[in-house]
């Protein structure tokens, strides 16, 4: 029982005593505790997660017919043009959702960590666009990025000439525009998160290795930035999955368009399950979508486990 | 003592106190403007929200406004029907929320407590399932509310809510709860204080920052849900504030003033309980961070 | 079917009476029914039951006037309307889980056509046939549209109540002012163009975020280059998209892309925001629904006419899109003698024509008076009724999967006019699949 290393961990349950486990109250103590939890968890989560999974075999269209058809929907998944095209355009809402907002949403953090007057107004801006609905973030960017909008007018007030930038209406740049409102509305949530990380970065530290000699940047570099590490990997795994699950500005600002350029996974399963009636189809872009998702999560998971192992 | 005194009288020291009043002018000369330019927006759903929708369709969006109306909002409230529907918001999300953090607390003490088979992979189906995309999960909840005769009550969005949110929740808390001092354990128990006991008396407690940070980021989340709104509930006087907005716009008119007025209005209380509960919140946080 | 029916009639009751006993108690109605899963209305109702009516009516306008008609027949009927409506497209992604649950509304909103006989197929809505028997129908409402009330198995199962034209609009005092004529063919068509390029304006205002706006030039296209009738059997699937016609078809469409006659990058714009430049003057030409009038800024409404579509191949049969809307009933409603009822209320003349009385699109039950309509309207309904054939419009005529990726082929070939060769035989690809796994 001298299990010091683990102040809060609970031993003995294994083989204290000779009694099966359903007698033995002590060792059932812990299941208890989660029967109503992980019922509710199975029904409502897990199940319906395997129900997909099964879907994703079938022709079904939610209505009149449901037939096993073996991996026919992947196949025709993996030739379709338009889940390369919103593979590829995840990949660039996945690519800039975990660098731009924790470099900027750091950056400040980093300067809006004190205690001057008004910071207070500058976070609370800066986090305002979080809780604006997603329609209205859709509409007023969409709104911005026209022909005649702010963005195109600021240019031109600015000395730029010739034809305003097609920021919705040109393929190659419509992906990037729907992800600048994104980004807009995730640095401040990333800077909220750096925040309360950097309330946990001993001052003590820092102040010694200033009077020392190390300059702002050193100290940063060799103490800040490892003492924010835990943070930092919660933000990545939130960034992936906000990144991944991202749908509603695309649904809004161009409907996947033009002629699916912008289009994402998670827009075109909810298209083809909810619109064209293709149930199963629809299904297999969200296992595809899940797929993805649990790559990241195991890569996360292995290094939670480290953790874990190292009690 | 005497060096690092000595350190502080040099010049550097001094220079460095001269710095400060140039370094706060540049500060607020860098912050403020940036701060402004990024509110744009935001000042852009203000200033929509007081105008004419013909104002709008003839000038643009961007012009400088010739009306100014503040009866969208109270349009938004009566005719969008945003007091029934904020009501409904507050329903569905409060039940949800006891159901998700009484289960979640509950299920976390479990995993941060005790050892026993299963211990890490119920932990991590929890987090994993609460990082999956909802797409995957649709069409299974609506038959499952179908069959369960729940569709289009308000129990089936407060179930599985409460249910989804566990994942996270759980996640979150079991990381907190590790961190109690064994100690206190020690001492209950030979007081001899049952498990539910000391979880009830002492961990739930000692929980509470953690519990109020979760609330405050659950509330939001479900308060602003709007699919599944969408898919499990039918009728107008379930509807909460976010599909009853959606009704603001119609199939020809889109009336942008008015529906921008109702996400003001439906945004006060998501602000109100940051701006009570953000000491709880910024702390909360970080206690699941696996430290 | 019926013991479905008992045992909900049966939990209704219990519930019902719990929520009455609850309601005794003060606490409220309607939270109570919305934990019981009933509602309010019914919770109190009287004693011919409730019918719920889903409606995708979110308009200020058209919502008023949907909850003054049920207003109207609760009043004089034993039964009660209770009323759900839901954000227009959010209704039409959440019909299909309303009617495939347990417990559909009794009556629901929705359009004429092949989007319609998708449900009627799938045995999901209640034959009409002797609504139509007893109430005279098919002598009152128009051929073209009885015809698109038709399940593919020939019975009825759609209650039309209102349709509207779709036309060429264009501001009167600019005509005056640049001395222009309305176009009968399609080189006038061209001229007309031209003159206002020449003017400084954009001839043509288009906003196709939502691509419907430019499936509506490729139903004209089609129906003007080759017929209504062809225009219908592709819509049907039976004729591949690849073919000759329907590549004569994109050719105006060419010319008119060549010659930039529409406002640039129309994908960044909603088709509301398209009507700003129609408004300010900047642009003289808009293809839209009558609805345009109502997006349209009320001072400037006395400057706002219209014209048909200029006929391309002389002697074609003249098709006109009018899109209509009206009613159905879900064959698993808990109250079917409701469901007519109220069917039989939308569908009549009387109730018809209070509709329009209160601002709604055109009747159609033919006995309802011309002269009610504003002159706009009329001259819309005249020219409807003097059309050959009547088009539900292509992404209700059409399977709705087919609809998206026509659609989409549509903008890609906006923006990449050299392409159409492939971009019709990718879609013809589709086209097959589609209808390949319908039949």
């Known amino acids: 029982m001298a299990e010091t290393t683990l102040p809060t961990r609970h031993t003995g349950v294994s083989g204290s005593t000779h009694k099966p486990l359903w007698r033995d109250a002590h060792r059932l103590t812990p299941y208890v505790f989660l029967i109503l939890p992980v019922t509710l968890y199975s029904i409502w989560v897990i199940g319906p997660m395997f129900y997909s999974v099964w879907m994703s075999f079938t022709n079904s269209d939610g209505v009149t017919r449901q037939e096993f058809i073996g991996l026919d929907n992947y196949q025709r998944l993996f030739q379709d043009d338009i889940f390369w095209t919103s593979f590829f355009n995840n990949i660039k809402w996945l690519v800039s959702f975990i660098t731009i907002p924790i470099v900027a949403g750091l950056g400040l953090a980093l300067l809006l960590n004190n205690d001057l007057p008004g910071t207070r107004f500058f976070k609370a801006g800066f986090f305002s666009p979080m809780v604006v609905s997603s329609v209205v973030i859709g509409v007023i960017w969409s709104w911005m990025y026209q022909p005649f909008g702010l963005i195109n007018e600021m240019l031109a007030a600015l000395g730029r000439d010739g034809m305003p930038i097609g920021f919705l209406a040109d393929p190659d740049l419509v992906t990037w525009s729907i992800i600048g409102a994104a980004l807009w509305r995730q640095v401040g949530y990333v800077m909220l998160l750096y925040l309360a990380g950097l309330k946990n970065v001993d001052k003590t530290l820092v102040e010694a290795s200033r009077v020392d000699g190390a300059s702002s940047l050193r100290s940063f570099r060799d103490i800040v930035l490892p003492m924010l590490q835990p943070v930092t990997v919660i933000i990545v795994v939130i960034s992936i999955i906000d990144a991944l699950r991202s749908f509603d500005l695309v649904n809004i600002m161009t409907r996947g368009g033009p002629y699916n350029q912008s289009n994402v996974l998670a827009q075109m399963m909810y298209i083809e399950a909810f619109q064209n009636y293709n149930m199963g189809y629809g299904a297999a872009i969200a296992v595809v979508l899940a797929l993805i998702s649990i790559v990241f999560i195991f890569a996360y998971l292995r290094h939670m486990l480290k953790d874990e192992m190292e009690f | 003592m005497a060096t690092t005194t000595a350190h502080l009288d040099t010049g550097e020291y001094r220079k460095k106190r001269n710095w400060r009043p140039i370094r706060i002018a540049f500060y607020y000369l860098f912050l403020v403007p940036l701060l402004l330019i990024w509110l744009i927006p935001i000042f852009m759903t203000f200033l929509t929200a007081v105008r004419s929708l013909d104002d709008i369709t003839l000038n643009g969006p961007f012009s400088w406004p010739t009306s100014f109306e503040l009866q969208n909002f109270s349009q938004a409230w009566t005719q969008g029907g945003l007091n029934r529907y904020m009501l409904n918001s507050f329903i569905i999300t409060i039940p949800a929320l006891v159901i998700c953090l009484s289960l979640s607390s509950l299920a976390a003490f479990s995993l941060a407590r005790f050892r026993f088979k299963g211990n890490l992979i119920i932990y991590f189906t929890f987090v994993g399932g609460s990082l999956l995309p909802f797409q995957i999960l649709m069409l299974p909840v609506y038959r499952l509310a179908n069959t369960l005769n729940l569709y289009d009550t308000y129990w089936a969005l407060i179930i599985f809510h409460g249910a989804f949110q566990i994942g996270f929740c759980t996640f979150v808390l079991r990381n907190f709860m590790r961190t109690i001092p064994g100690e206190i354990f020690d001492a209950a128990r030979i007081d001899g204080a049952s498990e539910f006991r000391i979880y009830r008396q002492h961990v739930v407690p000692l929980s509470l920052p953690a519990i109020a940070a979760l609330a405050t980021l659950e509330f939001t989340w479900i308060f602003n849900d709007y699919l599944w709104a969408l898919i499990l509930v039918q009728r107008d006087e379930l509807k909460p504030v976010t599909t009853g907005l959606a009704s603001l716009q119609g199939e020809f008119i889109r009336a942008y003033n008015i529906q921008f007025a109702g996400t003001l209005i439906a945004v006060v209380p998501t602000v109100l309980l940051f701006v009570f509960l953000q000491r709880y919140f910024i702390q909360g946080l970080t206690m699941g961070s696996g430290k | ?439």
């Open chain 3, 1 to 439: 079917m019926s013991r479905s029916l008992s045992r909900i009639m049966q939990s209704n009751h219990t519930r019902r009476e719990l929520a009455r006993r609850g309601a005794a108690f003060g606490v409220s109605a309607p939270l109570l029914a919305g934990f019981a899963g009933i509602s309010p209305a019914e919770a109190l109702a009287q004693d011919g039951g409730t019918v719920q009516l889903a409606s995708y009516n979110s308009d200020p306008a058209p919502r008023a006037r949907m909850e003054g008609a049920v207003e109207l027949y609760n009043e004089s009927s034993d039964y009660t309307i209770e009323l759900n409506t839901t954000e227009h497209e959010a209704f039409k992604l959440a019909i299909r889980t309303y009617l495939a649950s347990d417990d559909p509304p009794d009556v629901l909103t929705w359009f004429a056509g092949n989007r319609m006989r998708f449900f009627s197929s799938a045995g999901l809505l209640m034959p009409l046939d002797d609504l139509y028997a007893a109430n005279g129908w098919e002598e009152a409402y128009p051929k073209g549209i009885l015809a698109v009330s038709k399940g593919r198995d020939g019975s009825y199962y759609f209650a039309p109540t209102s349709y509207y034209h779709w036309a060429i609009w264009y501001r009167p005092s600019m005509f005056e002012e640049l001395g222009l004529e309305i176009p009968q063919n399609w080189e006038q068509f061209l001229g007309l163009v031209d003159a206002l390029s020449e003017a400084g304006k954009i001839p043509i205002a288009i906003g196709t975020l939502a691509p419907w706006t430019a499936a509506a030039w490729f139903d004209y296209f089609n129906m003007r280059v080759n017929s209504p009738e062809f225009h219908i059997s592709l819509c049907d699937g039976e004729v591949p998209y690849n073919s000759p016609e329907v590549k004569a078809a994109f050719e105006p469409w060419r010319e008119l892309l060549d010659r930039k006659a529409f406002l640039p990058q129309p994908e960044a714009y909603s088709w509301q925001d398209a009507v700003t430049p129609f408004a300010q003057g900047d642009a003289g030409l808009y293809l839209m629904g009558r609805f345009i009038v109502d997006q349209f800024p009320d001072e400037l409404e006395d400057d706002l006419d219209f014209f048909r579509f200029p006929t391309i191949t002389e002697g074609v049969p003249v098709g006109e899109d009018a899109p209509t809307d009206g009613f159905f009933a879900a064959v698993e409603a808990s109250n079917p003698e409701g469901a007519n009822d109220v069917l039989a209320f939308l569908g009549s003349a009387e109730t018809q024509q209070w509709f329009v009385e209160q601002g709604g699109s055109p009747a159609v039950h033919q006995d309802v008076p011309l002269d009610i309509y504003d002159d706009i309207t009329r001259k819309g309904v005249e020219m409807l009724q003097q059309s050959d054939l009547i088009a539900q419009f292509y992404d209700r005529d059409t399977h709705p999967e087919m609809a998206s990726h026509g659609m989409a082929a549509f903008i890609e070939f906006w923006n990449n006019p050299d392409e159409l060769d492939r971009i019709l035989d990718e879609l013809d690809e589709v086209r097959q699949r589609v209808y390949e796994s319908e039949s």
